[in-house]
């Protein structure tokens, strides 16, 4: 009965998506030294295909626990490495997340999609930049929690 309701809904890329809207990424966003074409948040996505690079901008009003989000579809092969470097405001630091090809992948196949969650603690632009050796379509989400409301158990 629950897969029927799901899948009545759009499926798990219409869940994964939520009403966020897709951002046509055509700006120009200079942060870091180099320059972005999109600013995500809480209300957007962009789509993109594997193996590349991408790089987004995410804006933080605090000290916050940013998630970052994969869908996959269309995969025809796990590649090597995954990597999300997530920039603190000026690139004063950086916070490197990898996850293997197999286990992004397989991580994607058993829970319909990929996170991983990282503390940045300065206020104003972050870069966000994914590379991947993966063969696949990709619809990427970024989740912002303030660390006083995850703190505070809200």
């Known amino acids: 009965m629950l897969v029927a309701f799901l899948s009545g809904c ?7 998506i939520g009403t966020r809207i897709l951002e046509a990424c055509d700006g120009q966003w200079n942060v870091c030294a ?4 999109c600013i995500v948040g809480d209300r957007s996505y962009v789509q993109g295909r594997f193996p590349g690079s991408n790089k987004v901008v995410v804006s933080l009003f605090e000290p916050s626990q940013v998630t970052v989000g994969f869908f996959l579809s269309e ?4 590649g090597v490495e995954t990597v999300v470097n997530l920039f603190e405001p000026a690139c004063a630091s950086r916070t490197r997340v990898a996850i293997s090809g197999t286990a992004f992948v397989a991580e994607a196949q ?3 999609f990929v996170t991983r969650s990282v503390d940045l603690s300065g206020v ?10 993966a063969r696949t379509k990709y619809l990427f989400k970024v989740d912002v929690l303030p660390l006083r409301l995850r703190d505070s158990g809200g």
């Open 10 to 16: 759009g499926g798990a890329e219409a869940q994964f």
């Open 34 to 37: 180099t320059t972005s074409g």
């Open 75 to 78: 995969t025809s092969g796990a």
């Open 110 to 112: 058993q829970n319909g």
């Open 124 to 133: 104003g632009d972050h870069l966000i930049e994914i590379d991947s050796d």
